[in-house]
């Protein structure tokens, strides 16, 4: 859903030909941005990875294929976990789950955060006041011990897991969503819209929406990061869906299995780094979004102009 | 005074809302986790203690409203039941013996990864494009992009198991006395190298990147120039002029950190099973002690909410245009 929103860009930006440049210049940054490129790389390795998991190691990657414990090898690259599980297996069809739940959680989270962020700037006034007071006990409100509680108290299950980190997570963007917002509905064009009888919802999605897609777009790829890294820290204290094999999983059974005390570096060594990369990988496409976007970050060659940006 | 007021009654709403969110959660759940938690006890207890705790947690007859009166009654008295797990300890006397293992880490941590990390900051900035500039804060990006329980499983085998330079468990050894000697003090102290530089490893990224970034935009007023040309020597100029101004954000950010404190090394004391409030409300999650959980949670938001009112008490002090509106 929030895709589609973000693709409107075109229906603003078609009244006027000059306000089409930058967005085709946006992706032509995008596309020749060295951050931009390695990031997406990553991704697309990894996403290709868990589409063809199924492929790569048929059957199920939990069961029991080999001796315990056994160090990397040509017949199992990664070794084996305590139980005689291959751990390759275990990591590629682990990308599955934590991508998904991170993606999922991300977008959720985000279009909650459209919306909330939307109405506060939009309408204003009480509504404001009220959507803003909510965020802010949200912000304030320990993460952790939030989601523990709520993770404990509901029937465990991957729609619990995915439900409790929007839950936690939407605040953050709506707070950052709800700023920018705000200074586009100051915006004339905006009054404009207003003047000539527009309705809420068109003004909101269709005229200040577009003009912030590169804010929801980093604060899209800022709730994805938290979904997967959220995602592997609740199910590594046991209280995920344990049915499903993800990275989070993963390391839950090498702590539980006790990996890191008989010396098995290599069972939870793996899934920790893919979270790591994935992680890096889409911050470096949000520095690369924030450098295309926002002039002061871009690199100026003489000396005295990066002074000037590097000063803000 | 407005502004101090103002804070007040938002932190008053939000720990109501917490407050709130207690009181619910065992109410409406589905699949019932109070009985099944009564299901599983019910043979330890006296009926009168039954009787107490099905009103906390909301198994018994009255309206609802009657219940909620009843509860809020019962929090601000301090009456938060009995601990399941920990049988018949009152939930209040298993928190209190924990918080402290829980500030030690936490607040010990907090200090050396805010102090490191904002003198990294400071020198970042004043030595733009040097090697503390260019060189730390990619690796700390990097570091930080780790899962944070993961960071401190490596650091556990590395340092624990490989190694065996510092203890892997627990808060002191088993079987030593608790008390004020330098045997026990240096035996803790063993214990909390591990947990605590693992939190200082995450976090100081943050502490740095935030001091240099504020540290650029001071070192460009004129008041700078003007320190540099009456010809002040430059060390005092980075701390006294630049450093100072550029404090602001950073003190925002050690209250918040003081939140962490008492929450957020839930993690680093489960991988380490650090005897704190937040391994003790794992352990109470996974033996369905409900009571404990709920004093636990009511705890932690506590202290998160009081440790943001100190420091808008203390922003008050610090910033006059603050005062002025």
């Not at chain 2, 005897?275 to 404990?292: E, K």
Request: aromatic share 10%; glycine share 10%.
């Amino acid at each position: 859903m929030t895709t589609a929103i973000l693709k409107q860009p075109g229906t603003t930006a078609a009244k006027t030909p000059a306000a089409r440049k930058p967005n085709r210049s946006f992706v032509h940054g995008i596309l020749t941005n060295k951050k931009a490129l390695t990031g997406m790389a990553v991704m697309l390795v990894f996403i290709a990875l868990a589409l063809l998991a199924p492929v790569l190691f048929p059957g199920d990657p939990s069961r029991i294929t080999a001796m315990a414990s056994m160090e990397p090898s040509a017949e199992h690259w990664l070794g084996t976990t305590a139980k005689g599980q291959d751990v390759l297996a275990l990591t590629v069809h682990g990308s599955r789950s934590s991508l998904f739940v991170g993606l999922t959680v991300g977008f959720a989270s985000t279009f909650v955060g459209i919306l909330v962020g939307l109405a506060s700037a939009y309408f204003g006034k009480f509504i404001d006041e009220a959507l803003s007071l909510v965020t802010n006990v949200f912000l304030l409100l320990p993460g952790l011990p939030l989601l523990v509680i709520l993770a404990a108290f509901l029937p465990p299950g991957l729609g619990t897991v995915i439900l409790v980190l929007v839950v936690t997570g939407w605040a953050g963007s709506a707070r950052v969503l709800r700023s920018q917002a705000l200074s586009i509905r100051s915006k004339d064009f905006v009054a404009a819209a207003v003047v000539s009888g527009e309705r809420a919802g068109r003004i909101m999605f269709r005229e200040i929406l577009p003009n912030m897609a590169s804010i929801v777009m980093g604060t899209l790829l800022a709730c994805v990061i938290y979904g997967i890294g959220a995602q592997a820290g609740l199910e590594f204290l046991g209280l995920g869906d344990a049915s499903t094999v993800s990275w989070g999983n993963n390391l839950f059974w090498a702590g539980n299995e006790g990996a890191l005390l008989t010396g098995s570096w290599w069972v939870f060594v793996p899934s920790g780094v893919c979270i790591a990369l994935v992680a890096f990988a889409l911050a470096l496409i949000n520095y690369a979004v924030d450098e295309v976007t926002n002039p002061r970050l871009r690199k100026i060659k003489t000396p005295k102009d990066t002074e000037r940006s590097a000063a803000k | 005074m407005r502004f101090i007021l103002r804070r007040l009654g938002f932190y008053l709403i939000a720990f109501w809302a917490s407050i709130t969110l207690n009181f619910l959660l065992p109410r409406f759940m589905p699949g019932d986790p109070v009985s099944r938690m009564f299901a599983r006890s019910q043979d330890r207890m006296q009926p009168e203690q039954i009787e107490a705790l099905r009103k906390l947690l909301g198994v018994d007859d009255r309206p609802l409203w009657e219940q909620y009166i009843g509860y809020m009654t019962n929090i601000f008295t301090g009456q938060m039941g009995v601990s399941i797990s920990r049988f018949p300890t009152p939930v209040t006397e298993v928190i209190s013996s924990q918080i402290g293992w829980t500030l030690l880490l936490g607040g010990t941590a907090l200090v050396i990864a805010a102090v490191v990390g904002n003198l990294l900051g400071v020198l970042a900035a004043w030595r733009r494009g040097g090697a503390v500039d260019s060189a730390l804060p990619p690796l700390l990006v990097f570091i930080g992009s780790f899962p944070y329980f993961w960071l401190a499983m490596g650091a556990l085998y590395l340092f624990g198991v490989v190694l065996n330079w510092f203890p892997i468990r627990h808060a002191f050894t088993a079987g030593l006395e608790p008390g004020f000697t330098w045997e026990f003090i240096g035996d803790v102290g063993a214990h909390l190298v591990l947990p605590a530089l693992t939190i200082v490893l995450v976090s100081i990224g943050g502490w740095m990147l935030g001091m240099r970034n504020t540290m650029i935009a001071t070192n460009s007023e004129d008041y700078i120039t003007m320190a540099e040309a009456k010809g002040l020597r430059p060390g005092r100029i980075m701390l006294r002029y630049a450093a100072r101004n550029a404090m602001l954000p950073s003190v925002t950010s050690f209250g918040m950190g003081l939140g962490f404190v008492v929450g957020g090394a839930l993690l680093t004391e489960v991988v380490f099973a650090y005897p704190g409030v937040g391994y003790q409300l794992l352990n109470a999650v996974q033996g369905l002690d409900y009571p404990l959980m709920q004093g636990l949670f009511l705890t932690i938001t506590a202290a998160v909410l009081l440790a943001n009112f100190l420091v808008d008490i203390l922003y008050v002090r610090l910033d006059p245009r603050v005062r002025s509106n």
